[in-house]
Structures are given as structure tokens and as C-alpha cells.
């Protein structure tokens, strides 16, 4: 019973810990929902939507909505020295939230976009490597314009570097300023490329994004993270079936253990049985002698098997002992994240199942004759 709490836990603390980082890893680069104008094939090219329209503000007042920050994406080319890449140059202004990104920072600062124009960028650590870029180095950008125009070129400063750990974004994504995005396209200040909204809990993103679709003008289309990244979250769902087999198999392992005992301890007690039972004692009576002592050690499994768990949790949370490949699992650690909801039904759960299913052989009891029972040897 110990052990198989102590791996229920694990199970469900990493299993849900994967989970939660991972999806606040996309919430911090994307936002829970993203608002664009509609295209019929997809791009990296924003097309201009108006910062000056009533459902920026209606947007605020629905219930669930944190912040709305606005954004413009642009596909382009890097080049230093002789190496090129191809990347999206993702604008951000003053009002967009950092807290994302300044945890993935692994080396110098992100910039200050505030109204005045900044020719700072920070870059992926893979796209650093794979063009030989530092801190402080000059990089310059191309970006295509329709034949027989040349590419426009634009230089920036290499400010910072982050790690997500997710490929899609590693892979292409640079953090500049807004502006550089508004020239480019010859917007004015008062044009983005689109909306990221912020909500407060993850679980509502489906009932609000129907709520902001519903806010938004027809030619604009609001979509969620999960149907944005609709193959990581069909991955991470994998996640809940192998949570709910393999503490379906540690219950059933260590009920029927359980069940096995309960049995052992009738049978050498079956000369006390057929006592009580001379001296007037109940079937019922007996009965509940046999399901308190094994209840009692259930719970002592129960008890032993979470301080075990817990505590492995603890230490794994604190220390990051177990590494993981971050190419393969977006991280580079084992994370935890245990729900006290979850810890409190996964105990009481364990616990009644396992007595329940301890009634049954039990009931053995009532098959037992007292003048054979005393005879027994």
C-alpha cells in the first residue's frame, strides 16, 4: 500500500507538473488567446487591425480577462557574417508582460520598448549558436518585398537570450520592438498585427474565447491556445491516460494485496472466530473486528506511502535532481505540480475503494462454523 501510494503521487505530480509547465510556456509566448485578422492560408505576415475600436475595451470587462497586449509578427531573414536564418521578427511594445520571457532568459537583458524606437532584439539560444551571435553583437535583417523590389534591410543589437525549450519557438522566433514592425509595413502607431488576451485560469480559455469572438468584429477571428497548438496540447492529453492507468494499476495491486491479507488474517484466526461466535458474538461484530485491523493497515500504508511521496516531490521541486531531454520533453527537468485537491481525493479514494473491497472477504466470516472453527488447527 506504501508503494503504491509513493508512485501515485509521483505519477500524479509530474504528470500534471509536465503539463502545467509546458502550457505556461505557450501562455507566455502566445497568451491564451490570440486575435488576427482572418486569412484563408497561414502566415507569419500580420495584416493591420486598428488599436482605436470599442471591443479593445469591451474586452477588458468580460470576467476572466487579465490584460490585453498587442502585437505585429513579420517573416525575415538573419544574417552575420556569411550565415543566414530564417526567422519571424515578433514586435512587442511598453505593455506587453515580461514575466514569461524574463524566466527564460539565460544571458543579458530584454529591452525597454517604450514609445521611442529600440534597435535591441533578443534571440533563441539556438538561433544564437547556429549564427555564432553573442551579447552586444550587430546582426542585420532582411525582409522580401514583392519583385522587382529589393529586400528592406534593418540592423539591430543583440540584447538577450532566451530558452524556451519548445522547438516551434526556438527555432523562430526573434523579440523586437513594435515599431520597427509599423514602419516596415508602413503603419501608423495606431495599427498591430493583432491581440494577445490574458485570462486567469487556464480551464475557462474554450467559454472565453466564445465570449471574445463574440465581442469582435466579423473580419476578425479569435482563437485559443489550444487549437493554435493543437498538436502539443493533443500530446499533453496523452499525459491524463497514462496518470489514470497507472494509478488504476497501483489500486488494484495493492487492493488485492490488501484483500490477500485480510484473508491470511481470517484464516489464522479462525479458532478465535468460532470463539466470539460461542460466546454470542454477531457475524456482523466479527466482521468489523477483521475490516478495523485491516483499515488500520491500510491507513499506516497510506500514511508511510505520502510522507515518502511527498517528500520526494519536495526535493525534486527544490533541487531538480532528475533531468529530463529538453529536445524531447520541452524541459529540462522533471517538474512538479501537485494539485491539494488531487492529493486529497487520490487518499480518500485509495482509502474507500480498498475498504469496500475489503467487505468481500469479510464475508467469509459468516461461513464459519463455531464448533468446527474451535476444532481448527
Given amino acids: 500500500m506504501a508503494m503504491g501510494m509513493i508512485l501515485m503521487i509521483i505519477t500524479i505530480a509530474t504528470g500534471t507538473g509536465l503539463q502545467q509547465r509546458i502550457k505556461d510556456k505557450i ?40 490584460a490585453i497586449q498587442p502585437f505585429a509578427t513579420k ?5 552575420a557574417n556569411e550565415d543566414f536564418e ?12 515580461l514575466d514569461f520571457l524574463q524566466s527564460a532568459m539565460i544571458e543579458g537583458t530584454i529591452p525597454s520598448y517604450t514609445q521611442t524606437r529600440n534597435d535591441s532584439i533578443i534571440l533563441s539560444k539556438e538561433i544564437a549558436n547556429n549564427l555564432n551571435l553573442g551579447i552586444g553583437d550587430r546582426v542585420e535583417m532582411y525582409f522580401l518585398r514583392a519583385a522587382p523590389k529589393p529586400p528592406r534591410l534593418r ?4 540584447s538577450g537570450i532566451f530558452e524556451t525549450g519548445l522547438e516551434d519557438f526556438d527555432k523562430v522566433f526573434t523579440i523586437g520592438h513594435l515599431k520597427h514592425i509599423q514602419i516596415l509595413n508602413k503603419w501608423d502607431d495606431t495599427y498591430v498585427g493583432g491581440f494577445e488576451v490574458l485570462i486567469d485560469d487556464f480551464e475557462n480559455i474554450k467559454s472565453l474565447t466564445q465570449e471574445v469572438r463574440s465581442e469582435i468584429p ?26 489514470a492507468l497507472i494509478i488504476g494499476i497501483m489500486i488494484a495491486v495493492a487492493t488485492l494485496n490488501m484483500v490477500s491479507v485480510l484473508l491470511i488474517l481470517i ?32 491507513s499506516r500504508g497510506l500514511i508511510v506511502g505520502n ?15 532528475i533531468k529530463l531531454d529538453q529536445t524531447t520533453y520541452h524541459v529540462s527537468q522533471v517538474p512538479i505540480h501537485l494539485n491539494p485537491l488531487h492529493w486529497i481525493l487520490l487518499n480518500v479514494g485509495t482509502l474507500l475503494l480498498s475498504y469496500t473491497l475489503l467487505i468481500i472477504p469479510s464475508l467469509l466470516v459468516a461461513r464459519i462454523r463455531p464448533v468446527k472453527a474451535i476444532r481448527f488447527d
Fill in 155 to 158: 540592423k539591430f543589437y543583440i
Fill in 86 to 97: 530564417g526567422v519571424v521578427l515578433k514586435g512587442i511594445d511598453q505593455s506587453y508582460s
Fill in 307 to 321: 510522507v515518502i511521496g511527498l517528500a520526494f516531490c519536495f526535493l525534486q521541486a527544490q533541487f531538480g535532481w
Fill in 218 to 243: 466579423y473580419d476578425l477571428e479569435a482563437q485559443g491556445a489550444e487549437s493554435i497548438h493543437e498538436r502539443i496540447f493533443q500530446w499533453l492529453a496523452l499525459f491524463d491516460i497514462n496518470i
Fill in 27 to 66: 501562455i507566455g509566448f502566445t497568451g491564451h488567446i490570440k486575435i488576427s485578422r482572418y486569412v484563408a492560408n497561414e502566415s507569419y505576415e500580420t495584416l493591420p487591425i486598428s488599436i482605436e475600436q470599442d471591443f479593445v475595451s469591451q474586452l477588458t470587462d468580460i470576467q476572466g480577462v487579465t
Fill in 267 to 298: 484464516l489464522e484466526r479462525t479458532q478465535m472466530i468460532g470463539i466470539l461466535k460461542a460466546v454470542g458474538a454477531s457475524n456482523s461484530t466479527v466482521r468489523n473486528i477483521f475490516l478495523y485491523q485491516a483499515t488500520y493497515l491500510v
Fill in 75 to 79: 517573416a525575415g531573414i538573419l544574417k
